[in-house]
Structure formats: structure tokens, C-alpha cells
């Protein structure tokens, strides 16, 4: 009687050469460095595109309220609360007359919805217009009134009595700022100075080049 052993399957089991893990390391490397680039741009896009088309909402939303109202009330952009108050923000008052849901917030600046001061953080403020027949430059503090939209800075493009309203964001890349300026008036800016001219304009760039942005919404 013939006995025929028992045959045991062998599994092979292969690993990874150290060879083959550098090339995978390496080809990943490629990758995340051609692609990172592109990411980054799109991201980059993004922000200013969803704040130029956040701004054109607000604008809708202005122009209504002045249709309705027939004025457009003074909110300092000074004061420490979301409140509409003189020493508040004008995008609580159409929040608060149903013009639009929320208050104004972009992708850019800094963002905060807390009690801390209004000058440090992106709001809609309405403020008298600056009469002069000189459009200055626009600083860290002080701007948003004095908007040279007729490309002119030796006339005054608004009259006494007259209030503006103005997007108010701080502490902005300057190169977004430089973005945001040609997505809205179509100017090439460079990032070594302020803006002074068109609908968006901003301060000079600080130590950390970090600008403070004004945009035009309205004015009555």
C-alpha cells in the first residue's frame, strides 16, 4: 500500500524593498510638491471670490434699506457690541429689518462675533462722508470714508451731510488685499503700498504686512 504524504501549501509572502519604499516616498513628494501649489491657489481664490460676492449681497441688501428708509443711519464702528447703536455696526440694523440674515462676516480678516472692539474686527460701519476736495491715504484707523471712486483724488466724490457705508476689515495678507482690489475695481496693484483709488481700497502694509481693507457699499 502506497502512502502518499501529505503536501503543504506554502504561501509566499512578499514585503517591500527598501528600494520600492523610497520610490513611493519620493513619487508622494512630487506630487504634494506640484499639487500644493494649486490647492493653495484655489483655496486662495476662494476666499477672495466668496468675499467680493459677500460684499455685492451686502450692497443689495443697503440699497434696499435706503429704499425703504430713505436714510442711511450713522453706526460708528467704535463700540464693543453687535447692537445697532450709534457706536455699532450698520449690518445689525438690516439683521434687524429682515434685509438680510446674518451679520456680515468674509473669509478674510479677522472674524469674531464677541463683545471685543468693533476696530479690531470685520463689521459694516456707516459714518459721515469726508467732504474734502483731497482723497487721503487710507490707515489702520482711519479710512472708509473718503473713497476716490471716480478716480480723482483732487475732487470730492461726496457732499456734507451725506453718510457712507463701508466694509471694515483688519489685519488682512496684504497680497489679499492686492486680490481683492482687482477681483472689485480690476486694478494690478503692487503689494508695496496702500490703495487709495476705486471701491476697495486699503492701508499700507504693516511689519507683519498685514493691511486694514475698506470697501464702498452705499452712501445717501
Known amino acids: 500500500m502506497n502512502i502518499t504524504p ?12 527598501l528600494v520600492e519604499i523610497i ?25 477672495i471670490n466668496s468675499t467680493a460676492q459677500g460684499i455685492a449681497s451686502l450692497k443689495t ?9 430713505s436714510t442711511l443711519p450713522a453706526r460708528a464702528g467704535t463700540g464693543e457690541t453687535n447692537s445697532a447703536v450709534a457706536t455699532g455696526r450698520f449690518d445689525a440694523d438690516l439683521v434687524a429689518g429682515g434685509f438680510t440674515e446674518k451679520l456680515f462676516s468674509c473669509a478674510l480678516g479677522t472674524q469674531t462675533f464677541d463683545n471685543s472692539a468693533l476696530t479690531t474686527r470685520t463689521h459694516v460701519r456707516s459714518a459721515s462722508a469726508a467732504a474734502s476736495g483731497t482723497v487721503t491715504t487710507p490707515t489702520a484707523t ?16 461726496f457732499t456734507s451731510g451725506q453718510t457712507v457705508a463701508a466694509v471694515f476689515i483688519p489685519h488682512v495678507p496684504v497680497a489679499d488685499a492686492v486680490a481683492l482690489n482687482k477681483q472689485i475695481d480690476g486694478d494690478s496693484n503692487s503689494t508695496s503700498g496702500a490703495d487709495i483709488v476705486g471701491r476697495c481700497i486699503y492701508s499700507a502694509p504693516d511689519a507683519d504686512n498685514l493691511v486694514t481693507v475698506y470697501v464702498y457699499v452705499a452712501h445717501y
Open 142 to 157: 482711519a479710512g472708509g470714508t473718503n473713497f476716490d471712486l471716480d478716480r480723482d483724488t483732487a475732487t470730492a466724490d
Open 61 to 69: 441688501a443697503t440699497m434696499d434699506y435706503i429704499a425703504k428708509n
Open 23 to 47: 520610490g513611493v516616498v519620493a513619487l508622494i513628494a512630487v506630487l504634494a510638491a506640484v499639487l500644493a501649489p494649486r490647492v493653495t491657489g484655489v483655496i486662495g481664490r476662494g476666499k
Open 6 to 17: 501529505n503536501t503543504r501549501s506554502r504561501t509566499s509572502r512578499y514585503g517591500f524593498t
